[in-house]
């Protein structure tokens, strides 16, 4: 925290603001919103800076704003890695399948393979640690500069066997929002089959659906033993989008045997 204060004074110090400066802009942000716990007295910047009191949100808030510093670095010297949000909410083990909010972070660097050993085959299966040559670091600004297409996330429950063992429980699956309309054919067999997360009244799903007319089925996986779900369209459901990534964990059938 020490470390972090004195960042802080640097920061203020390069723009050679006083601690009354400090002062008297939070207090313009408190009457702007109308809260003082914007406000930073002078006693508490020195208290800050100097002996490792952290600030509220609201106060870290004013001083990144009059410091022109980026809110989520300045949470970085306090421990807080806002990119590490999608990773932490998996220690909360959530029985039921939902949305997730976080959105994509712009700021940091990502670890990211470099160069890969030439002579490996990618259309084969590979161990991907040993034909990695080299590795480095990317800027995530980089990559919002690729403009990627707008994505939405999911986690499927920890007890939904919907889609099992195609979607095994706790997968993370990418939605393209943009893929809302109910495919009826055009797939050669059930990998190629589109899979549609979906809001109900009663939370979130996921699997294969069929429409008809105002009547939305959605299609568990053969294997899964669980049976079909009849909903009124739009009524009781609103497709969210097409599932086009996934990502999860291959040995959750053990865990359903041992409960069973």
């Not at 964990?249 to 865990?255: F, K, S």
């Amino acid at each position: 925290m020490d470390e972090a204060g004195q960042k802080l004074r640097r920061a203020r110090e390069r723009l050679n603001l006083r601690v009354r400066d400090v002062e008297l802009a939070s207090q313009r942000i408190s009457e702007k919103y109308k809260n003082t716990e914007f406000t930073v007295l002078i006693n508490r910047v020195s208290e800050i800076e100097n002996k490792g009191l952290v600030p509220s949100i609201y106060k870290l808030y004013a001083l990144s704003a009059i410091y022109r510093l980026d809110f989520a670095e300045v949470l970085g010297w306090y421990g807080i890695d806002l990119a590490a949000l999608p990773a932490d909410a998996l220690f909360a083990d959530v029985s039921r399948t939902h949305a997730v909010g976080f959105q994509a972070p712009w700021h940091g660097d990502v670890t990211v393979p470099l160069s890969l050993d030439p002579g490996v085959d990618l259309r084969r299966t590979t161990y991907l640690s040993r034909a990695i040559q080299r590795w480095g670091t990317l800027s995530l600004m980089l990559l919002a500069s690729l403009d990627p297409k707008e994505r939405r996330y999911g986690f499927i429950g920890t007890d939904d066997w919907f889609m099992y063992p195609l979607l095994q429980p706790g997968s993370f699956v990418v939605i393209d929002e943009t893929r809302r309309k109910v495919q009826a054919d055009g797939w050669a067999n059930e990998f190629d089959r589109p899979i549609y997360f979906l809001e109900t009244r009663e939370g979130f799903l996921c699997g294969w659906c069929s429409q008809n007319g105002d009547k939305l089925v959605l299609l568990p996986h053969p294997a899964s033993g669980e049976s079909p779900i009849i909903l009124a369209l739009p009524a009781d459901v609103d497709v969210v989008g097409q599932v086009v990534g996934v990502a999860m964990v291959l040995d959750q059938g053990r865990r359903r045997r041992a409960r069973s």
